[in-house]
């Protein structure tokens, strides 16, 4: 690795802890011992110059993790990074704005943000699906209603980049009524195929979806937040990943199930409209 690979790295690992820290740029610089403008000039990467071996040690010491690892002549954190919580339990609970599904969020704008969906993407259903999934399920319709218009508002954001993939599948059953979805009239049901069609088309480019061969791949419902995070969803609960090789591997098995996908994001909405006419393919 040269020193302009070098510097680089550093300076991507550096702009992650400061992000895991949840500091402001002058109390992370005072806990590491550097001026703030040292610290800023660290993270501009306006130099090749990497900080004193001090500084290298005071960093990996605060943030737990290996001076290898921050200087990127290895992707292990260390043995000193499992000290670090290396993953959290967010619970549902309070609006959806005010969680730290919604901070994950903020913090990934201007990054990619890959979504495996448990059912009907959040932000692309109707009231009348909130309603029926909650009486199901005993969550709350105002909660609920908060998540889905977040996620609009998210992504209607200029800086959005987001990418979902679920098994096509999911759709079908759902077009025809079946599993969950039994006790969901049928015209509510046309009105959120025609909806979520609106939606793709209005959200075009920045939330793209892709739809896969249930059948042949198989996914857990998970969320990638750029390079810093993942959250695997498991049931009323997300367990997070901030370890930098686990999200690397979620981020391969989410680039195969987009290799997968039969309906690719410019065909999306049409399909969707195709369901709400009543053409299903074959189950």
């Not at 109390?27 to 990467?45: H, M, N, W």
């Not at 943030?63 to 993953?87: A, H, N, P, Y």
């Not at 039969?262 to 074959?282: C, F, M, V």
Request: aromatic letters at 8%.
């Amino acid at each position: 690795m040269d020193k302009r690979d070098l510097s680089d790295v550093f300076r991507e690992r550096l702009k992650l802890l400061l992000q895991r820290s949840e500091r402001n740029q002058s109390e992370f610089a005072a806990a590491v011992g550097i001026d703030r403008s040292a610290l800023s000039q660290l993270l501009s990467g306006a130099s090749t110059r990497l900080p004193r071996a001090e500084t290298l040690l005071n960093i990996a010491t605060e943030c737990k993790v290996s001076l290898d690892w921050l200087m990127g002549l290895s992707q292990d954190e260390g043995l000193t990074g499992e000290i670090r919580q290396s993953f959290e339990i967010e619970e549902g609970s309070g609006a959806f704005d005010r969680t730290l599904l919604a901070r994950w969020h903020a913090e990934a704008a201007g990054t990619k943000i890959r979504y495996v969906p448990a059912g009907i993407p959040d932000l692309l259903r109707t009231q009348a699906l909130i309603d029926y999934e909650a009486d199901i399920s005993n969550r709350s319709r105002e909660l609920q209603a908060d998540e889905t218009q977040y996620r609009i508002d998210y992504n209607r954001r200029p800086e959005t980049d987001m990418e979902v993939c679920m098994p096509r599948h999911t759709l079908e059953i759902f077009a025809r009524g079946l599993g969950v979805w039994a006790g969901f009239p049928d015209n509510d049901r046309r009105a959120q195929l025609t909806h979520m069609a609106e939606l793709l088309d209005d959200l075009y480019p920045t939330f793209r979806l892709f739809l896969y061969d249930g059948r042949l791949r198989y996914s857990v419902p998970y969320t990638i937040f750029g390079p810093f995070r993942a959250a695997i969803y498991v049931g009323d609960m997300y367990l997070v990943l901030n370890a930098t090789e686990p999200v690397r591997t979620l981020t391969r098995h989410f680039d195969n199930l987009i290799r997968a996908a039969d309906i690719n994001p410019h065909e999306a909405a049409s399909h969707a409209r195709q369901l709400a006419e009543g053409n299903y393919s074959t189950l």
